[in-house]
């Protein structure tokens, strides 16, 4: 099946530092990623949906200053969590998707910010 | 609330037992997914079933969708412990590059 992997897989960093973690389709070309956050005991929220070679787009409340995306190839898109806070401590997964309905998941970046 | 509501918020069985879990929605949808979650892990895909599609099996899994109702059952028989893991409906109304909608999940648990 569709693989898709993430990096780092975790990371402790100090308040106002900047973050970023990868997102990479191994085995297939996506068209399309999402980037989700999840809370402890709750679901996935969609921060936004990225098309390679055009901006993303954000989930209403996301600021995108803060939350960069960048979606240079169809196999790798990167979220930036710029001047990070510890409210922006969470788990982050994305996903991806070819011309297929279905959307193949990473295994998820666990971020804490101190 | 939501798109997708699922139902139970927590469900403990024993091994062997099927366990049931629902998924109810608000909108008109392309297609429902249901995915599985280990805790502190990404989701891994288990079924997609299309609007147009009433029933669908795969494995120990058979997820029903009535879209008249607008809602979807998640049926796994003779359920095991290493079903346990949180399980999540997913909604792709499809527009805006198919992005999904996920339910809150269910947390099963499979006593041995």
């Known amino acids: 099946g569709a693989v898709v992997s993430q990096h780092p897989s975790w990371v402790i960093c100090k308040s106002g530092t900047s973050v970023k973690i990868e997102c990479r389709s191994l085995?297939?070309?996506?068209?399309?990623m999402f980037w989700y956050r999840q809370f402890p005991k709750q679901s996935l929220m969609l921060m936004a949906t990225?098309?390679?070679?055009?901006?993303?787009?954000?989930e209403q409340g996301v600021e995108k200053d803060k939350f960069l995306i960048n979606h240079a190839s169809l196999t790798l898109s990167t979220l930036t969590v710029t001047s990070a806070h510890p409210e922006d401590s969470s788990f982050y997964i994305c996903?991806?998707?070819?011309?297929?309905?279905?959307?193949?998941f990473g295994p998820g970046t666990r971020l804490l910010v101190l | 609330s939501q798109q997708g509501e699922e139902d139970p918020q927590a469900l403990s069985i024993q091994e062997g037992e099927n366990a049931t879990m629902n998924c109810s929605y608000k909108?008109?949808?392309?297609?429902l997914q249901w995915y599985r979650q280990n805790s502190g892990r990404g989701l891994v895909h288990l079924i997609l079933?299309?609007?147009?599609?009433r029933e669908k099996h795969s494995g120990r899994l058979r997820v029903t969708l009535d879209t008249s109702k607008k809602s979807s059952s998640l049926l796994i028989t003779a359920s095991r412990a290493a079903d346990t893991a949180s399980y999540f409906c997913?909604?792709?109304?499809?527009?805006?590059?198919?992005?999904?909608?996920f339910g809150e999940g269910t947390q099963l648990t499979v006593n041995p």
């Open positions: 997913a909604t792709d109304a499809g527009t805006s590059g198919s992005r999904l909608t």
């Open positions: 996903s991806a998707r070819a011309a297929w309905e279905t959307q193949y």
């Open positions: 085995d297939f070309q996506a068209t399309t």
């Open positions: 909108t008109s949808i392309n297609n």
């Open positions: 079933i299309r609007s147009n599609e």
């Open positions: 990225s098309n390679e070679g055009s901006k993303a787009t954000y």
